[in-house]
T-cell receptor
Framework: DQQVKQNSPSLSVQEGRISILNCDYT??????FLWYKKYPAEGPTFLIS?????DKNEDGRFTVFLNKSAKHLSLHIVPSQPGDSAVYFC?????????????FGDGTTLTVKP | SQTIHQWPATLVQPVGSPLSLECTVE??????LYWYRQAAGRGLQLLFY??????ISSEVPQNLSASRPQDRQFILSSKKLLLSDSGFYLC??????????FGPGTRLTVL
């Protein structure tokens, strides 16, 4: 059973508009959530994270929202830029285990059109 | 600053051949180390992690093994590769928090 799900394999948006990437999880023990960005043939790079004690975290154009009751989080990118085109992975961690170990979703490929 | 290295970048191996992928981290000590595999069109599957020298935890049963002979060295191995071992292999480290830092990856094709 996949514990972290990104149900949209791909998303296409126009430059300057908002990109919203969604992620759902099933394990209620998860208490820290991260988003990574990955370009082809490269390793993922950390983008933004949120603790379960918060419902929002913002960093420049990137904002992550967490709805614990719905076990849902989303990443908003405003405004979207062509350089944002990449695969975005949602990941979740459980404080009770090895803190660095994360469970990843399958990713969403974002394409930002000029 | 910390740096993570992986080699080789690409590898093509016949079925039944052995495998050795190496990962090293510079600029830190006693990191947590991880091996992931990304199959085509899929997410990152955690294969092994290590919290110290000689300490290896396996996440999924498979044809692969891992070793940590030195503090900042993590090796992924196989005695006999299968077709299903093809994929993009990523090494990652973290200093003990949540964020992981990934290497550039190795593209393995088993023919």
């Amino acid at each position: 059973d996949q514990q972290v799900k990104q149900n949209s394999p791909s998303l296409s948006v126009q430059e300057g508009r908002i990109s919203i990437l969604n992620c759902d999880y099933t394990n209620s023990m998860f208490d820290y959530f991260l988003w990574y960005k990955k370009y082809p043939a490269e390793g993922p790079t950390f983008l933004i994270s949120i603790s379960s004690i918060k419902d929002k975290n913002e960093d420049g154009r990137f904002t992550v929202f967490l709805n614990k009751s719905a076990k849902h989080l989303s990443l908003h990118i405003v405004p979207s830029q062509p350089g944002d085109s990449a695969v975005y992975f949602c990941a979740a961690s459980d404080l009770g285990t090895n803190a660095g170990k994360s469970t990843f979703g399958d990713g969403t490929t974002l394409t930002v059109k000029p | 600053s910390q740096t993570i290295h992986q080699w080789p970048a690409t590898l093509v191996q016949p079925v039944g051949s052995p495998l050795s992928l190496e990962c090293t981290v510079e600029g830190t000590s006693n990191p947590n180390l991880y091996w992931y595999r990304q199959a085509a069109g899929r997410g990152l599957q955690l294969l092994f992690y290590s919290v110290g020298i000689g300490q290896i935890s396996s996440e999924v049963p498979q044809n692969l093994s891992a070793s940590r002979p030195q503090d900042r060295q993590f090796i992924l191995s196989s005695k006999k590769l299968l077709l299903s071992d093809s994929g993009f292999y990523l090494c990652a480290w973290n200093p003990g928090g949540y964020e992981q830092f990934f290497g550039p990856g190795t593209r393995l094709t088993v023919l």
